[in-house]
């Protein structure tokens, strides 16, 4: 579940000292990045013309690494230079590199670029000249790089400082940073490879990794599997998407609670009107059950905060999604049993834990850690948060999933892999991971149902 480490500035700079204390100096470090971006352009764009741009600190450094040794390959490389190098091993590479020099304002236009002005030591947006001309050169080239990060990127939130232009490929140097997951940035190359510099990462956040998942025993039946109850309300449609999501999940069977008359549907997930909050109540005294989701389908009037209330106290692993976000948001996020898993997306978080600044990821931490809970801070990019600081993001999800009833898939989804496991960080990582395949799978213009028919493939894939 673990994947590429993901450090931020900070991180990164006390990872590199551990390095230079281990006695590897500075500029061994500067040449083993060149070295290795030289490697992954030279693959990409082999002997085509390339300007590399080159800012004053170290990112500006392997671009002269990364020039001579392009050059020492037979391509035809030309260097510009956004002023003098200011750090030792910058200028040592710049010695290195040996050619000429342009001044960053009048180079012209090349084949290939790469952007080597500033990485994690970026402090403030561009020059806007500078951002402009940066667009400009790398508008106009068939290939384009940007070492380490894209220029004007800040490293640990992903927000564009200045403009930015669109790469094709983005070579993480030693590690991930937040900039390479979150949004807006990680949107802004098609290929992100990450170069491995020899640099020890025992961190704690990770980019999301396709799980590992394991089949049923022989000896296994359908409550050894987890037995799953959706408590649903007024909203039948939602609730069913999370319960039929939750028997495709790998769970061994699910119940769907509906206040709604006539509700008995004659397929896999069993359905049961529990009109009252007493009749929720006896179905939640189930010692059998593994997981139990509300939200989705659930209302926000009255009888929904009694059926929120009911499931609340219930003892069970618990999913809280949808309208049980936002219930709770107005109740300031009071009555979270530990070890629970919300899947809010922007919206829900704001209601509940609005206050949190800073990067997405700090913000799903600091929740995670608020409310004793597994948070899934849902987009484009979303952020699994452990309480005791574990956090996986997830990457590349088809934007075909911006759909009603895809949020109602991922959390009957999250409760099924929670019976299952048993753990809810390792059950929400499996189930973003899945939710993500399953769209994939499912091609364009899907919706919400043709994700769950994709599920068992998604999961026959990992075992
Ligand atoms: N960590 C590692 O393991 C390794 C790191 N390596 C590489 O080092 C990179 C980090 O290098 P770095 O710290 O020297 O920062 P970098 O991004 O080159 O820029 C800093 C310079 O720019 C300046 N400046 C900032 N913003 C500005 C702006 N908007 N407009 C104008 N100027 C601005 C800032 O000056 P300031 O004015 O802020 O004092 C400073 O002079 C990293 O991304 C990777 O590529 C590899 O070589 C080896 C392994
Ligand atoms: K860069």
Redesign the pocket.
């Known amino acids: 579940m673990t994947g590429t480490p993901i450090l931020t500035a900070a991180q990164?700079?006390e990872?590199?000292q551990a390095v230079f204390a281990s006695g590897i100096p500075e500029y061994e470090?500067?040449e083993r990045?060149g070295v290795a971006a030289a490697e992954i352009i030279w693959r990409a764009g082999a002997k085509r013309d390339a300007l590399v741009l080159c800012?004053?600190?170290?990112?500006?450094?392997?671009g002269f690494v990364i020039a001579r040794q392009l050059r020492s390959r037979g391509v035809p490389v030309r260097v510009a230079a956004l002023g003098e190098s200011?750090?030792e091993s910058a200028r040592k590479a710049r010695a290195a590199w040996n050619g000429p020099v342009e001044p960053f304002d009048q180079a012209g236009p090349a084949t290939q670029i790469i952007d080597a002005l500033?990485?994690?030591?970026?402090?403030?947006?561009?020059?806007a000249v500078v951002a402009e001309r940066l667009c400009d050169l790398t508008g106009r080239a068939a290939f384009s790089y940007a070492?380490?990060?894209p220029s004007g990127v800040d490293t640990d939130s992903g927000a564009l400082l200045s403009a930015v232009p669109d790469f094709g490929i983005c070579i993480a140097?030693?590690a991930l940073k937040p900039a390479h997951v979150l949004h807006p940035a990680a949107g802004l190359y098609r290929r992100l490879v990450c170069a491995d510099?020899g640099?020890a990462t025992s961190d704690t956040i990770h980019h999301l990794s396709p799980p590992h998942l394991v089949r049923p025993l022989a000896s296994d039946h359908k409550y050894s599997r987890g037995l799953v109850a959706v408590v649903g309300g007024e909203m039948a449609g939602a609730g069913r998407l999370a319960a039929h999501a939750a028997a495709r999940s790998g769970a061994g069977m699910v119940r769907h609670l509906t206040s709604l008359d006539g509700a008995a549907a004659l397929d896999a997930v069993i359905t049961r009107q529990a009109r009252g909050v007493d009749e929720v109540k006896a179905y939640l005294a189930d010692r059998r059950l593994a997981a139990v989701v509300v939200g989705p389908g659930l209302g926000r009037g009255g009888d929904a905060r009694d059926r929120l209330a009911a499931v609340l106290p219930c003892g069970h692993p618990l999913v809280l999604d949808a309208d049980a976000l936002t219930l709770l948001g107005g109740a300031g996020a009071e009555g979270i049993p530990h070890g629970s898993i919300l899947t809010p997306h922007e919206g829900e978080f704001a209601a509940l834990f609005g206050d949190l600044q800073g990067s997405k990821i700090n913000r799903a931490v600091g929740a995670a850690q608020r409310v004793s809970a597994v948070v899934v801070l849902k987009g484009a990019d979303s952020v699994i948060a452990a309480p005791d600081g574990r956090v996986a993001v997830a990457t590349g999800a088809s934007p075909w999933l911006s759909t009603a009833g895809t949020g109602d898939v991922l959390a009957g989804l999250a409760a099924g892999r929670l019976a299952v496991t048993g753990d809810p960080f390792r059950a929400a990582c499996e189930a973003v991971w899945l939710h993500g395949e399953a769209a994939r799978r499912a091609g364009a213009a899907f919706v919400a149902g043709d994700l769950i028919a994709q599920l068992p493939a998604a999961i026959g894939s990992r075992l």
């Not at 800012?55 to 392997?62: A, K, Q, S």
């Not at 500033?118 to 020059?127: C, K, M, N, Q, V």
Request: hydrophobic content about 40%; charged content about 20%; aromatic content about 2%.
């Open positions: 990164m700079r990872a590199e470090l500067m990045a800012g004053p600190g170290n990112n500006g450094g392997d200011r750090t500033f990485g994690t030591g970026l402090s403030r947006g561009l020059d070492v380490d990060l140097l030693g510099i640099i």
